[in-house]
């Protein structure tokens, strides 16, 4: 197994001694090239950190590199609600973009429109305080990331799942509270959830130098805005459904 990275520190401190970590930056086709020699697959997630437009250059140039070295398969990470009446946010725009890329490489594809993951939870934890930035009043079927890798590991192995799209769901829907509720009772007892406007969070965001929050802070407006798109049925007949439940994923953080 090989990853591809920016960061080889960061990578091998990740994945450890069982993977081949490979420097590279997906803006240079040429150390992409280098990388896949040799690969059947790739599987692409990207993070801009508030570049969102990197996302449609990334895949435009994987999917190139890909075609040119004879990869076998791709698979991406999109998201759920990444259709085109969504565009008007920029991560989402660049995101349909780099689907067109990959369905026009020549190479095989399989694309997984993703709910929310529930490892992301734990990142609205500050100490003794889980916050709800911004108005998020749509329910998510938030999905396990060991389920993710299951249905993606076996889409390579499946034909039926080339040249697709699938759309991913957990088995239950929660909103952004209930769902931080649900993992604070099991796996961080005494951590209380409140709400955080998105002018405050801005707030916090320039005075404290928190620069992370600040890059993420158009997206909280956006997941405020729109909900969950498509239908898992068909990824699960083919890929077979997630099972992990949050209450579940939740007591095994303990």
């Given at each position: 197994?090989?990853?591809?990275?920016?960061?080889?520190?960061?990578?091998?401190?990740?994945?450890?001694?069982?993977?081949?970590?490979?420097?590279?930056?997906?803006?240079?086709?040429?150390?992409?090239?280098?990388?896949?020699?040799?690969?059947?697959?790739?599987?692409?997630?990207?993070?801009?950190?508030?570049?969102?437009?990197?996302?449609?250059?990334?895949?435009?140039?994987?999917?190139?590199?890909?075609?040119q070295?004879?990869?076998?398969r791709?698979?991406?990470?999109?998201?759920?609600?990444?259709?085109?009446?969504?565009?008007?946010?920029?991560?989402?725009?660049?995101?349909?973009?780099?689907?067109?890329?990959?369905?026009?490489?020549?190479?095989?594809?399989?694309?997984?429109?993703?709910?929310?993951?529930?490892?992301?939870?734990?990142?609205?934890?500050?100490?003794k305080?889980?916050?709800?930035?911004?108005?998020?009043?749509?329910?998510?079927?938030?999905?396990?990331?060991?389920?993710?890798?299951?249905?993606?590991?076996?889409?390579?192995?499946?034909?039926?799942?080339a040249?697709?799209?699938?759309?991913?769901?957990?088995?239950?829907?929660?909103?952004?509270?209930?769902?931080?509720?649900k993992?604070?009772?099991?796996?961080?007892?005494?951590?209380?959830?409140?709400?955080?406007?998105?002018?405050?969070?801005?707030?916090?965001?320039?005075?404290?130098?928190?620069?992370?929050?600040r890059?993420?802070?158009?997206?909280?407006?956006?997941?405020?805005?729109?909900?969950?798109?498509?239908?898992?049925?068909?990824?699960?007949?083919?890929?077979?459904a997630?099972?992990?439940?949050?209450?579940?994923?939740?007591?095994?953080?303990?």
């Amino acid at each position: 197994m090989r990853v591809f990275t920016r960061n080889l520190a960061q990578a091998r401190a990740t994945f450890g001694a069982e993977y081949e970590i490979v420097a590279g930056d997906v803006e240079d086709v040429r150390s992409l090239q280098t990388a896949m020699q040799g690969c059947f697959g790739i599987h692409i997630n990207l993070d801009g950190h508030g570049d969102f437009d990197l996302e449609r250059r990334g895949v435009e140039n994987i999917a190139r590199a890909a075609k040119q070295t004879q990869v076998e398969r791709i698979t991406y990470l999109s998201g759920a609600s990444v259709v085109a009446e969504n565009t008007w946010f920029a991560g989402t725009r660049a995101k349909l973009q780099a689907e067109t890329a990959l369905r026009e490489s020549g190479v095989p594809y399989t694309i997984f429109k993703a709910t929310f993951f529930m490892e992301s939870l734990p990142r609205y934890v500050q100490g003794k305080r889980a916050s709800v930035i911004g108005k998020q009043p749509s329910p998510w079927h938030w999905v396990a990331a060991n389920d993710y890798a299951r249905m993606v590991s076996k889409a390579y192995a499946t034909p039926a799942a080339a040249n697709k799209e699938f759309y991913i769901y957990g088995p239950d829907a929660y909103t952004m509270r209930q769902a931080l509720e649900k993992y604070c009772a099991l796996a961080q007892p005494g951590v209380a959830v409140g709400d955080l406007p998105l002018w405050m969070a801005g707030l916090i965001a320039r005075t404290s130098g928190a620069k992370e929050l600040r890059a993420q802070l158009p997206f909280f407006e956006y997941t405020g805005r729109i909900r969950e798109t498509g239908d898992c049925r068909e990824a699960n007949q083919i890929l077979g459904a997630p099972t992990t439940t949050l209450e579940q994923w939740a007591q095994l953080q303990m």
